[in-house]
C-alpha cells in the first residue's frame, strides 16, 4: 500500500507562534514530527505557508511544500499538498495521512494502525481515539469526544461530554460507560479527501468548531481505532517547557 504522510505546519498561532521550530530536547518539534514519520514512509513531506519552516526543514533533510496561507484547516492544507507532490512526481498514493506538525510525540505504530484501516474498501476516513483516564477530562471542553458504533465508526464527536449519563453523578460518568478522547490524527483515501475538502461547512461543524463533523453530517464513514499512548500536542510555550522537562 503506497502511503503518503503529509504534516501540515503554520507558523501563525494565537497561542504560540512559530511553534513548528521550538526547540524540544535539542531540535525543533517538526523534526520531532518528521522523524516518526520516516519510520512509517519516505514519502513524508511538510505543507507549510511560511519560509522560515520550509527552509528547517530541507536543513534537517525533510521534504516541504509551499501552500496557501488562506487555509482555514490542515486537512485542506493537506489537500493542495497532495495536488503539487502528485502533479510533480506523477505517482499515486492508496492513503493520505495527515500528521499535525505539533505533535511531536505521536508513535509509529499509531500511524501504521490507521492506515490499516484501508484494507477494509468500505473506510474512507480513519482516525484515533483514546480512552479517558482523568473523570474530570470528560467535562473539558477542549478535549474533542468521540461515541463510535460497534462497528469501530464514529456516530459523532463533541466538546460536550458523550454519551450523557441520565440519573448519575458526574463523578461517576467514568465509571459507567468508558469515554473516549478523539486524537486528531487523520488518514484519507485520496479521493475521499479530495471530496471533503470541496464540501461547505455543515451547522454541526460550525457549532462545535469541528471539521470531522462537517464529514459525518455528509455521510462519510470515520473508523475510529483506540489507542492506549497519549499523544502530547504543544499548543503553548507552557506545553513546550514541560514536554522539554519529561524528556
Known sequence: MEVLILIPARYA???????PLAELGGKPVIQHVLEKAWAV????FVATDDERIYERVVQCGGKAVMTSTAHKSGTDRCYEA???????NRKTYDVVVNIQGDEPFIQPDQVRTLVSCFEDPEIQIATLAKQFECNADIFDPNKVKVVCSAL???LYFSR?????????EKEEWGKIVPFYKHIGMYAYRP????????????QLEVAESLEQLRWLENGYKIAVRITSHES?????????RRANEAL
Do not use: H, M, N, W
Not at 497532495?82 to 510533480?88: D, E, F, L, P
Open 13 to 19: 498561532s494565537t497561542r504560540f507562534p512559530g511553534k
Open 41 to 44: 514512509s519516505a514519502d513524508a
Open 82 to 88: 497532495y495536488r503539487q507532490i502528485v502533479g510533480q
Open 152 to 154: 469501530q465508526t464514529a
Open 160 to 168: 460536550s461530554a458523550i454519551p450523557f449519563c441520565r440519573g448519575k
Open 191 to 202: 479521493e475521499v479527501l479530495a471530496q471533503i475538502t470541496a464540501l461547505p461547512q455543515g
Open 232 to 240: 502530547i500536542g504543544i499548543d503553548t510555550p507552557e506545553d513546550l
